[in-house]
């Protein structure tokens, strides 16, 4: 897995590190904001790409797998005995889709000191599914056809659709959309999330529309020290990751972690 490891100037001694694992549509140089906050307070920061992401996906045609703990497992024996790296501080952040990726990681990697998840997903399945069904609602005359026959019908007239099942089908190693739906049904938390032992941090936000109620449901289920975080508009925070506003999500998420 390619990646880049972003160390603090000063590596006299060891220091925290936050792994960044990325989303769905992401690369590890999409991260860079992440290391350069983290640089900034001490840390050292580690962004890469796995199966599914970037390079991985596009140039090895390695597609996603839902048990992302083997590839947090990988990373962590990358950098654990580096002696500028403090052992007992390993963090781990996923945004987006990385919400699900890093909850599941830290299911059975217990080398991670504390997980941030923005937004907290526990079934990634879930929201997709619901929008097909919203979809099938609205045109009543596709009812009586196939699955994969109404999704082509719909994307020939609607852009934004075809991007999101195509570019999925591509991610998760599908050749059909109804494939591609059920190897997302693996992409879940269920049965596991009770193993979650680190600290966890969950991000909301009101105007999230891709992952809606995901993240309170993570956060109810957790059964480990937990804090849950509602980002709002009226703080300028609005929106999928909090795109208008880093430096306050950074500050927030620094201050838990400094607080552990």
Not at 181 to 187: D, E, Q
Not at 233 to 260: D, M, Q, V
Request: aromatic residues 10%; hydrophobic residues 40%; glycine residues 8%.
């Amino acid at each position: 897995m390619p990646g880049y490891l972003y160390l603090h100037e000063s590596s006299n001694h060891p220091r925290p590190i936050l792994i960044d694992t990325g989303g769905g549509d992401g690369t590890k140089e999409e991260c860079y904001s992440t290391a350069a906050e983290a640089l900034k307070r001490g840390f050292h920061c580690l962004t890469f790409e796995g199966p599914g992401q970037g390079s991985m996906l596009r140039f090895n045609k390695i597609p996603f797998i839902p048990d992302w703990e083997q590839v947090i497992h990988a990373v962590v024996d990358f950098i654990i005995d580096r002696p500028e790296i403090d052992p007992n501080k390993i963090f781990l952040i996923g945004r987006s889709f990385g919400g699900y990726l890093a909850a599941r990681a830290v299911t059975k990697e217990t080398r991670i000191a504390a997980c941030i998840v923005d937004p907290g997903i526990f079934d990634a399945s879930a929201n997709l599914e619901a929008k097909f069904n919203s979809l099938m609602t609205q045109f009543p005359d596709l009812k009586n056809a196939s699955l994969e026959q109404a999704l082509a019908y719909l994307m020939k007239t609607d852009e934004n659709l075809r991007f999101m099942l195509e570019s999925r089908k591509w991610r998760f190693g599908a050749k059909t959309i109804e494939e591609m739906l059920h190897k997302t049904r693996a992409y879940t938390l269920k049965g596991l999330v009770e193993k979650i032992q680190c600290p966890m941090l969950v991000c909301d936000n009101t105007l999230e529309y891709i992952t809606l109620g995901q993240a309170k449901k993570l956060y109810d289920q957790l059964q480990c020290k937990k804090q849950y975080i509602l980002f709002d508009a009226k703080e300028g925070t609005g929106g999928h990751c909090e795109p208008l506003a880093p430096r306050l999500f950074s500050a927030k998420i620094y201050a838990w972690l400094n607080a552990l």
